[in-house]
């Protein structure tokens, strides 16, 4: 595997029930992003992960709760989600030392609250 | 405020010829980058071409350029000669060193390349 992976790449859960999204990144970056792209809305940062310590967290719902083992490996893991929260969920890595270093992104898990 | 604004969702292009996606931020950091992905329908963003805040040429790659004009605050992305695969949305985003570890995207611009 190359780049960054995602699985699964589609999820249809109901609101009671707990999955996770799992995100892998083979460039040896240093930094890994959750994003949630809704349709017709710009995208949002969720959380990002530096050094495998957390540095952002957007005033995200406590409904979704990231996990950063190692700097491969990003979770996304979701409890009582809402139908609103259906979207497509985009993973990224970086690597952070210089300011034109770009995100590399996943292809996202399509996600369907019922 | 908007970070990066895109005003244009929508844009038709007809095959093999150019086409120019806006985009505008604002930022106070005198630092920082800009950056133009695209997202087929497949979903995947993939990055096109990054442009410093301090290169003092506009950047190229292959048939996509990048029209910096600092004191307007624009980063304008320039399509040449498009074909038919270059229909996808297309973002804007920049990172500003002081915050560095944030990326702002704009909404995005539809392009369709008509045959």
């Known amino acids: 595997e190359t780049g960054v992976t995602q699985t699964p790449r589609h999820l249809v859960m109901g609101m009671t029930n707990k999955k996770s999204l799992k995100c892998e990144q083979h460039l040896g970056h240093n930094a890994m992003y959750w994003y949630k792209q809704s349709a017709k809305k710009p995208l949002e940062l969720m959380f990002v992960y530096s050094l495998e310590e957390r540095v952002e967290n957007n005033s995200v719902p406590s409904r979704f709760s990231p996990e950063c083992p190692n700097s491969s490996h990003l979770f996304l893991h979701l409890h009582t989600l809402q139908p609103e929260d259906s979207a497509l969920y985009l993973c990224?890595?970086?690597?952070?030392?210089?300011?034109?270093?770009?995100?590399?992104f996943g292809p996202g898990t399509r996600l369907t609250v019922l | 405020a908007q970070k990066i604004t895109q005003t244009q969702p929508g844009m038709f292009v007809q095959e093999k010829e150019a086409v120019t996606l806006d985009c505008t931020y604002d930022?106070?950091?005198?630092?920082?980058?800009l950056f133009w992905y695209k997202q087929p329908s497949s979903g995947e963003m993939i990055f096109l071409i990054y442009q410093g805040s301090y290169d003092q040429q506009n950047a190229t790659e292959g048939r996509y350029s990048l029209n910096f004009q600092k004191a307007r605050k624009s980063a304008n992305l320039v399509i040449s000669a498009s074909q038919l695969g270059d229909s996808a949305m297309y973002f804007c985003a920049m990172r500003e060193e002081y915050n560095f570890n944030k990326f702002y995207f704009g909404s995005g611009t539809k392009l369709n390349v008509k045959p």
């Open positions: 930022t106070s950091d005198p630092s920082y980058g």
């Open positions: 990224a890595s970086s690597q952070g030392a210089e300011l034109g270093n770009e995100q590399f």
